[in-house]
């Protein structure tokens, strides 16, 4: 690739690194550092020493090249997209690129902390649209450093060389490799001026279907997932932890525990001070360590602990639903919370023909990730080792420093690769709790949980129950729309959330068809609950998706309306409309109609499906991406077959369309596990959910035989992946379903339903 204009060959000055990272604002940095700087990416083991241009690259004497992975990877692929954006300015073959993952990254500066690489959490699906500019400036950056130094060598302005396959090519052909020329390049300083980036259509690796960087490793087992951890002398622990939330122990006898071969200790952890937010460990808890995960276990099943009960030890799941029931009574509206209001829906409503109401209810739900909480730490007086498969590891080194006392700049942490995440590693009570225990010892602590553990003690998907209701007038339009949700609020007793209104992360003041109907009223009736509650993916999304697909559908019912008709109709002409919740700044109502429009070509919509048989269709707006499905399923007897299913999804340019259509898949079958199989239920304050054959996630043999994605490039600038796919899924489901069987499923999960109806 050829720079624009003609740079004049550089004097080169003392030697220094190039280091990309993000300043206190927030802002990315591209600063220099002098050669002994020790944050530079971390050298493994070639066999010539390699140098390095930047936080991000490495390349060897025969031209290969390492570039560093600066995300979380919890399955979402970023360890292949990101380092695809540098590779793409670099402008390298992939078939030479090596990727390794980058700890984090955590330095004081004099204007405060900083993280040197850039963000690299996990959440929102944030980390493309993050990337995209300056992780491509890194490598551009560092592909100008090549052209000045081959400049210099050739005695030729870097104007007239052009880049190519990690080579520096001549007018008249002549080639310097990129290991030629690296040495020279990483004397020179930093370019004033951000470089000129790529044009898509010069893209040579961006929009190319890459398989996973490590993929070989990952299935042939040599893969280290954060449990996998270990060091020498590590003492496994597992804990006992109070089943009601701010219950505590009244007594403890471990001389049986203590008597178990390989149990080493018994310590005791403290959760939460009651009403106190939960960022620490999530319970009061009893800790075994021992030599193996089975001597902790045992260890563990024989201590006897009276626990004392907290204050939410009478709460249940049929307490909640008549909590809701109570709130969405007309004569409370009043006290709900707005949301957002445009017009006056009271008075649509009393000049309306007819007003058509339903109501909407999920449950709270647990994450399941694969790969339960784990984490491998050592403390020692002055400095701190982590090991974990993480989503925010700059909360998990606050955590740390604030429990061992042991300045952030020592706390070393080390990204693996993670078995799922979905919001639940966005919490760190299991590094709470991990460094809590190790402070106890002077070994290296490795805290795992079990699934039990895990389903019993996490941070939930947010209960709700929705009234909806919309006015028609007497062409059949609809004038007003109303959406009061009774809900768990998600900010419960979260630090981090408690300047935020009680409906954020529930609902999103801007989502469909908010902006498309005048009389408009979105409100908050608040639910008393002890449960944590936390990010689930797609957040909000998961379930006001399915509140307003479901209802869109009853309406176009009740209208004898086309469902897509119906929905293409609301949106009407393509625009863009202001949002400004997460994924903003607009709402394109194109966009939103061409996935719909797309997933119902795909699947054949308008067409007589085969007997027992039925069509659904559902589209959702999240974090920046639109996606629709269509399903064909049956449901004879009560039993759901899906027959077909079809994703249409836009999340702009297209970084690995590999790594697209596997998100897109993932949250297919993520949303119709959801809305079939799964839901969390209270008694007496306790969750009775305790591994899979309760909490049953979809099984290889229920599952579609293949989900169709069909990827709609509209070219604007890529959001993520890895949310957008889930929530239309749900409802799509069940307005299949509907046109299957004339059975309209209105609470989640579906569960025995349908056999008991049918």
Same mark, same amino acid.
């Given at each position: 690739?050829?720079?624009?204009?003609?740079?004049?060959?550089?004097?080169?000055?003392?030697?220094?690194?190039?280091? #990309?990272?993000?300043?206190?604002?927030?802002?990315?940095?591209?600063?220099?550092?002098?050669?002994?700087?020790?944050?530079?990416?971390?050298?493994?083991?070639?066999?010539?020493?390699?140098?390095s241009l930047g936080a991000f690259v490495r390349i060897e004497k025969s031209g290969a090249v390492t570039i560093g992975a600066r995300g979380c990877e919890i399955g979402q692929g970023v360890k292949t997209s990101l380092p695809m954006l540098i590779a793409e300015e670099l402008d390298v073959d992939w078939n030479r690129v090596r990727v390794e993952q980058l700890p984090y990254g955590y330095v004081e500066t004099d204007k405060g902390a900083s993280d040197k690489?850039?963000?690299?959490?996990?959440?929102?699906?944030?980390?493309?649209?993050?990337?995209?500019?300056?992780?491509?400036?890194?490598?551009?950056?560092?592909?100008?450093?090549?052209?000045?130094?081959?400049?210099?060598?050739?005695?030729?302005?870097?104007?007239?060389?052009?880049?190519?396959?990690?080579?520096?090519?001549?007018?008249?052909?002549?080639?310097?490799?990129? $290991?030629?020329?690296?040495?020279?390049?990483?004397?020179?300083?930093?370019?004033?001026?951000?470089?000129?980036?790529?044009?898509?259509?010069?893209?040579?690796?961006?929009?190319?279907?890459?398989?996973?960087?490590?993929?070989?490793?990952?299935?042939?087992?040599?893969?280290?997932?954060?449990?996998?951890?270990?060091?020498?002398?590590?003492?496994?622990?597992?804990?006992?932890?109070?089943?009601?939330?701010?219950?505590?122990?009244?007594?403890?006898?471990?001389?049986?525990?203590?008597?178990?071969?390989?149990?080493?200790?018994?310590?005791?952890?403290?959760?939460?001070?009651?009403?106190a937010p939960f960022d620490g460990a999530l319970a009061d808890g009893v800790a075994v360590l021992a030599t193996s995960t089975w001597a902790a276990l045992r260890g563990r099943e024989k201590l006897k602990i009276e626990w004392k009960p907290g204050p939410f030890a009478d709460e249940s799941t049929e307490a909640l639903h008549r909590q809701a029931d109570e709130l969405l009574k007309p004569a409370n509206a009043q006290n709900a919370l707005p949301v957002r209001?445009?017009?006056?829906?009271?008075?649509?409503?009393?000049?309306?023909?007819?007003?058509?109401?339903?109501?909407?209810?999920?449950?709270?739900?647990?994450?399941?990730?694969?790969?339960?909480?784990?984490?491998?730490?050592?403390?020692?007086?002055?400095?701190?080792?982590?090991?974990?498969?993480?989503?925010?590891?700059?909360?998990?080194?606050?955590?740390?420093?604030?429990?061992?006392?042991?300045?952030?700049?020592?706390?070393?942490?080390?990204?693996?690769?993670?078995?799922?995440?979905?919001?639940?590693?966005?919490?760190?009570?299991?590094?709470?709790?991990?460094?809590?225990?190790?402070?106890?010892?002077?070994?290296?602590?490795?805290?795992?949980?079990?699934?039990?553990?895990?389903?019993?003690?996490?941070?939930?998907?947010?209960?709700?129950?929705?009234?909806?209701?919309?006015?028609?007038?007497?062409?059949?339009?609809?004038?007003?729309?109303?959406?009061?949700?009774?809900?768990?609020?998600?900010?419960?007793?979260?630090?981090?959330?408690?300047?935020?209104?009680?409906?954020?992360?529930?609902?999103?003041?801007?989502?469909?068809?908010?902006?498309?109907?005048?009389?408009?009223?979105?409100?908050?009736?608040?639910?008393?609950?002890?449960?944590?509650?936390?990010?689930?993916?797609?957040?909000?999304?998961?379930?006001?998706?399915?509140?307003?697909?479901?209802?869109?559908?009853?309406?176009?019912?009740?209208?004898?309306?086309?469902?897509?008709?119906?929905?293409?109709?609301?949106?009407?002409?393509?625009?863009?409309?202001?949002?400004?919740?997460?994924?903003?700044?607009?709402?394109?109502?194109?966009?939103?109609?061409?996935?719909?429009?797309?997933?119902?070509?795909?699947?054949?919509?308008?067409?007589?499906?085969?007997?027992?048989?039925?069509?659904?269709?559902?589209?959702?707006?999240?974090? $920046?991406?639109?996606? #629709?499905?269509?399903?064909?399923?049956?449901?004879?007897?009560?039993?759901?077959?899906?027959?077909?299913?079809?994703?249409?999804?836009?999340?702009?340019?297209?970084?690995?369309?590999?790594?697209?259509?596997?998100?897109?898949?993932? $949250?297919?079958?993520?949303?119709?596990?959801?809305?079939?199989?799964?839901?969390?239920?209270?008694?007496?304050?306790?969750?009775?959910?305790?591994?899979? $054959?309760?909490?049953?996630?979809?099984?290889?043999?229920?599952?579609?035989?293949?989900?169709?994605?069909?990827?709609?490039?509209?070219?604007?600038?890529?959001?993520?992946?890895?949310?957008?796919?889930?929530?239309?899924?749900?409802?799509?489901?069940?307005?299949?379903?509907?046109?299957?069987?004339?059975?309209?499923?209105?609470?989640?999960?579906?569960?025995?339903?349908?056999?008991?109806?049918l």
């Amino acid at each position: 690739m050829r720079p624009p204009g003609d740079v004049a060959p550089a004097n080169p000055s003392r030697r220094r690194f190039l280091v #990309a990272g993000a300043a206190a604002s927030g802002a990315l940095v591209v600063g220099w550092r002098s050669a002994n700087a020790q944050d530079t990416l971390p050298y493994l083991g070639a066999r010539i020493e390699p140098t390095s241009l930047g936080a991000f690259v490495r390349i060897e004497k025969s031209g290969a090249v390492t570039i560093g992975a600066r995300g979380c990877e919890i399955g979402q692929g970023v360890k292949t997209s990101l380092p695809m954006l540098i590779a793409e300015e670099l402008d390298v073959d992939w078939n030479r690129v090596r990727v390794e993952q980058l700890p984090y990254g955590y330095v004081e500066t004099d204007k405060g902390a900083s993280d040197k690489y850039g963000d690299q959490s996990a959440g929102g699906s944030t980390s493309i649209p993050t990337a995209w500019k300056d992780l491509r400036q890194a490598g551009a950056t560092a592909r100008w450093l090549l052209l000045v130094a081959a400049s210099a060598k050739l005695n030729l302005p870097a104007g007239q060389l052009r880049t190519e396959s990690g080579n520096v090519v001549a007018p008249d052909g002549t080639t310097l490799s990129y $290991g030629d020329l690296v040495d020279a390049a990483s004397k020179l300083d930093l370019p004033t001026e951000p470089r000129e980036l790529k044009k898509p259509e010069d893209f040579k690796i961006v929009g190319k279907p890459t398989p996973t960087v490590d993929a070989r490793e990952i299935v042939t087992g040599e893969t280290q997932f954060g449990i996998d951890a270990f060091l020498a002398e590590t003492l496994i622990a597992v804990v006992a932890r109070s089943p009601w939330i701010d219950g505590g122990g009244a007594s403890l006898d471990d001389a049986e525990t203590r008597k178990v071969a390989g149990v080493k200790d018994v310590v005791r952890i403290a959760g939460p001070q009651p009403g106190a937010p939960f960022d620490g460990a999530l319970a009061d808890g009893v800790a075994v360590l021992a030599t193996s995960t089975w001597a902790a276990l045992r260890g563990r099943e024989k201590l006897k602990i009276e626990w004392k009960p907290g204050p939410f030890a009478d709460e249940s799941t049929e307490a909640l639903h008549r909590q809701a029931d109570e709130l969405l009574k007309p004569a409370n509206a009043q006290n709900a919370l707005p949301v957002r209001r445009d017009g006056d829906v009271d008075k649509a409503r009393k000049a309306a023909r007819k007003t058509i109401e339903a109501r909407y209810t999920v449950p709270f739900l647990a994450h399941a990730t694969m790969e339960p909480p784990a984490a491998l730490i050592r403390v020692e007086k002055d400095k701190v080792l982590l090991i974990a498969s993480l989503q925010d590891p700059d909360g998990a080194s606050e955590v740390v420093g604030a429990v061992t006392g042991v300045p952030r700049d020592k706390i070393e942490i080390r990204l693996a690769r993670a078995g799922g995440g979905f919001g639940r590693r966005l919490k760190n009570d299991y590094i709470a709790e991990a460094a809590l225990i190790a402070r106890q010892t002077d070994k290296p602590v490795k805290l795992i949980w079990t699934r039990d553990d895990d389903l019993r003690h996490d941070f939930y998907r947010p209960f709700c129950t929705f009234q909806m209701a919309a006015s028609l007038d007497r062409k059949n339009e609809i004038t007003a729309w109303s959406a009061h949700c009774a809900a768990t609020p998600r900010n419960h007793r979260d630090a981090r959330m408690k300047d935020s209104p009680p409906w954020a992360s529930t609902l999103a003041p801007d989502d469909f068809p908010a902006g498309l109907i005048a009389n408009f009223d979105l409100s908050l009736l608040p639910l008393e609950s002890g449960q944590p509650r936390g990010w689930w993916r797609a957040p909000a999304h998961n379930a006001t998706a399915f509140a307003v697909q479901s209802f869109v559908d009853e309406i176009a019912v009740a209208l004898k309306q086309d469902p897509l008709a119906l929905r293409l109709k609301l949106l009407g002409e393509p625009r863009e409309l202001p949002y400004q919740g997460h994924g903003g700044p607009v709402f394109d109502t194109g966009r939103m109609a061409a996935v719909l429009k797309a997933a119902a070509d795909k699947i054949g919509w308008g067409r007589k499906p085969d007997k027992d048989r039925g069509l659904g269709i559902a589209g959702h707006f999240t974090f $920046g991406g639109y996606a #629709a499905h269509a399903l064909e399923v049956s449901a004879i007897d009560g039993n759901v077959v899906v027959h077909r299913a079809v994703c249409a999804i836009d999340v702009g340019r297209v970084v690995n369309p590999l790594g697209l259509e596997a998100q897109a898949i993932g $949250g297919t079958i993520d949303g119709l596990s959801t809305a079939l199989k799964l839901g969390i239920t209270l008694k007496e304050g306790k969750v009775q959910q305790s591994n899979f $054959g309760d909490y049953p996630l979809l099984r290889m043999g229920q599952a579609p035989d293949d989900v169709e994605v069909v990827v709609v490039d509209s070219g604007h600038e890529p959001s993520g992946a890895g949310e957008m796919a889930l929530p239309s899924a749900l409802p799509a489901l069940t307005n299949a379903i509907y046109a299957a069987t004339q059975v309209r499923i209105r609470e989640l999960p579906i569960g025995d339903q349908l056999r008991k109806i049918l």
